[in-house]
């Protein structure tokens, strides 16, 4: 019985030893000394894994920051005499005596000779990958407005500044162990480009951002809808991920594709390291880790690079490090469902269906790329047109931000997008509370033809108006080919209103100018999310008649906050103390407003008085 009992003790062990994930053997930086010779991993076509030796020459100090370290060495074997250090091998590993050292992250750039590389010790990667908390206010970065190709530059610059020299300087770097390698060698080296896949997009929409990306050290590659990259088993299942597997993060799925392709470090039970550098050093972000297949390496002068595409999605990236990107094993992040539809005066409808992550600067930005790219793909791209947009994004816990705008011109797609991306891109970077967007759906109707009308006469139709009473005010309006319509409000007439008032009928742009110099009405401060989603909803439209009925009864801005109808006595014990805050007395006073709903984008701005009848 004791020897039975004991037997089934030594069967649970083992059962819970064969379960437990291994914990990662590194070899010690301090340890490694010139001439060694390492094996590294990683594969250069296909789903094979091939070998390649790693001389190693040196140990570069405090070049990234206190106790950073780079591993100086000379890759041999494989393809890589021709190709030199290659895109896409970042996250490589590195062996010694079965011990892992770290991973294939930096090169010296273009044109080198010699493929001569940076190792990223892993037991830096992992302790980095190791630190949890949500991306902090002060960290995050913003898609700046409006978007221009400058202002998507300086963007992308402020969120890659990683790619900057590994040092500044040579006095930055302490070489160890290898005395003939100059410092000057760590201001050369930088991070193994990283392949970006794009599919979907039309050449003249994504062609701006492909030349800042490369700008900044990464490799733009045109492909096609991601591939279902599987590596198979004997059982016909998917292999398990392996140390220099390539991998893929996806930023955008569905019709359109953005991602990119890296190779693995090394699998701890269900984590996952790679790269050995940044993806884009955004911190803790929520991006889907994939399967990726390669399907050949392109030799170049430059940069050679592995083309790859990426596949299942098998996990999530949770940190986006200094020195590594890291995740886990098993379903991938909620995504941000999007429908796009488009429908042409042509008789053309195409309806669109993405994926994209909700991450404070990539949820703009490609908000942007995919209204942007559909607009572009399948409509002029010169020429005047017009574009309406409605729809709405569903932001979690706090009901809905809703579009509805008409866009028309020489350039619409861009207002047309901006306008979709411009609110999101504030809720994303507000300082209340982080934003989570369930959906985004969006139905545009296009037309080749301008659709604009300019406001060419007010009046009131009826009998004098009296105090309390309601009068028709119409508005007639003339297209742009000559044609003229007329809009009617019932206008309400406040029963406390005397003398003489005006009726402003206005476009948004020349109405919000007239507040600021008039009334000095000044942007509202929202106190919380709430609040700002209701200030975006309320944000004026192209397609709308905005009506102000004024009176002169006697008003004044205090705090930037517009006080009508003040007894003569209130005005002037507020004019004589104005230290409790800016006072301005003011004779147009706002007794009322309205909006008159439009098909046309209307422009100009008419302003009537009427006499009541007392």
Same mark, same amino acid.
């Given at each position: ?37 390492? &094996? ?13 030796? &790693? ?52 090169? $010296? ?16 990667? !992992?302790?980095? +990958? ?29 969120? %890659? ?30 991070? !193994? ?24 050290? @990464? ?21 398990? $991920? ?21 190779? &693995? ?13 940044? @993806? ?81 600067? %990539? ?42 705008? $008409? ?5 619409? +797609? ?25 959906? $985004?759906?969006?139905? !545009? ?14 009046? !009131? ?23 003229? %319509? ?25 109405? +919000? ?102």
């Amino acid at each position: 019985m004791t020897l039975r009992r004991s037997a089934v003790a030594v069967a649970l062990v083992a059962l819970c030893t064969a379960v437990l994930p291994a914990a990662t053997v590194s070899f010690p930086v301090d340890d490694l000394r010139p001439g060694m010779v390492a &094996v590294g991993r990683t594969v250069f076509q296909g789903d094979r894994l091939e070998e390649f030796k &790693v001389h190693i020459l040196g140990v570069l100090r405090n070049v990234i920051g206190t106790r950073r370290n780079l591993i100086l060495a000379r890759l041999e074997g494989g393809p890589l005499a021709d190709t030199g250090v290659i895109a896409g091998m970042s996250g490589s590993p590195v062996y010694l005596d079965g011990k892992l050292v770290g991973a294939v992250s930096y090169s $010296l750039g273009q044109f080198s000779k010699e493929p001569i590389a940076g190792i990223t010790p892993i037991d830096e990667m !992992i302790e980095a +990958s190791s630190l949890p908390g949500p991306r902090p206010p002060a960290a995050r970065v913003e898609l700046q407005m409006p978007i221009t190709p400058e202002h998507l530059q300086a963007s992308l610059r402020q969120a %890659f500044a990683w790619t900057r020299p590994f040092a500044s300087s040579p006095a930055d770097v302490q070489v160890i162990g290898a005395p003939g390698i100059n410092a000057a060698i760590g201001t050369m080296l930088r991070p !193994i480009a990283t392949p970006l896949t794009m599919g979907g997009f039309d050449p003249q929409v994504i062609d701006p951002l492909s030349a800042t990306f490369r700008d900044l050290g @990464f490799v733009p590659v045109m492909a096609g809808a991601a591939q279902q990259a599987l590596v198979p088993s004997a059982a016909g299942r998917p292999a398990p $991920l392996r140390p220099g597997d390539p991998v893929g993060v996806t930023l955008m799925s569905g019709d359109l594709e953005f991602g990119a392709t890296g190779t &693995v470090t090394e699998v701890d039970g269900d984590r996952v390291y790679a790269f050995g550098h940044p @993806f884009y050093g955004l911190g803790p972000v929520q991006f889907p880790m994939t399967r990726a297949y390669v399907h050949v390496v392109l030799p170049s002068l430059a940069s050679s690079m592995k083309i790859a595409s990426t596949g299942e999605v098998i996990g999530t990236v949770s940190q986006d490090r200094a020195v590594a990107i890291a995740g886990t094993l098993g379903r991938g992040p909620t995504l941000i469902p999007i429908k796009l539809s488009l429908t042409s005066e042509r008789g053309i409808r195409k309806t669109f269906s993405l994926s994209m992550v909700n991450d404070q600067l %990539f949820t703009p930005l490609l908000a942007y790329l995919s209204v942007f790219n559909t607009l572009a793909s399948y409509e002029r791209q010169n020429g005047v047109g017009t574009y309406t947009v409605r729809g709405s994004a569903q932001i979690r816990n706090h009901g809905t931000l809703d579009f509805d705008d $008409l866009f028309t011109g020489d350039s619409p +797609s861009v207002g047309v997008a901006a306008s979709v991306v411009g609110p999101i891109n504030l809720l994303m970077r507000n300082a209340f509370e982080n934003v989570a967007i369930d959906g $985004l759906t969006l139905d !545009i109707d296009a037309s080749e033809e301008p659709k604009s009308a300019t406001i060419e006469r007010v009046w !009131i139709d009826g009998p004098r108006p009296r105090p309390g009473g309601t009068v028709e005010l119409k508005a007639q309006l003339r297209t742009y080919r000559g044609e003229s %319509f007329i809009r009617t409000l019932p206008l309400q007439i406040p029963p406390q209103a005397r003398g003489t008032l005006s009726v402003m009928v206005s476009d948004a742009q020349r109405l +919000s100018q007239w507040e600021a110099r008039e009334l000095q009405v000044q942007p509202l401060q929202a106190r919380g999310l709430p609040q700002m989603l209701q200030v975006l909803n309320a944000a004026r439209r192209n397609n709308r008649l905005y009506v102000r009925l004024l009176g002169r009864t006697g008003g004044a801005v205090v705090k930037g906050e517009s006080l009508t109808a003040l007894p003569a006595s209130v005005l002037t014990v507020m004019e004589s103390d104005r230290n409790g805050g800016s006072f301005r007395s003011i004779d147009d006073v706002l007794l009322g407003e309205w909006e008159i709903p439009a098909d046309v984008a209307v422009a100009g701005s008419r302003t009537i008085a009427i006499t009541l009848d007392n």
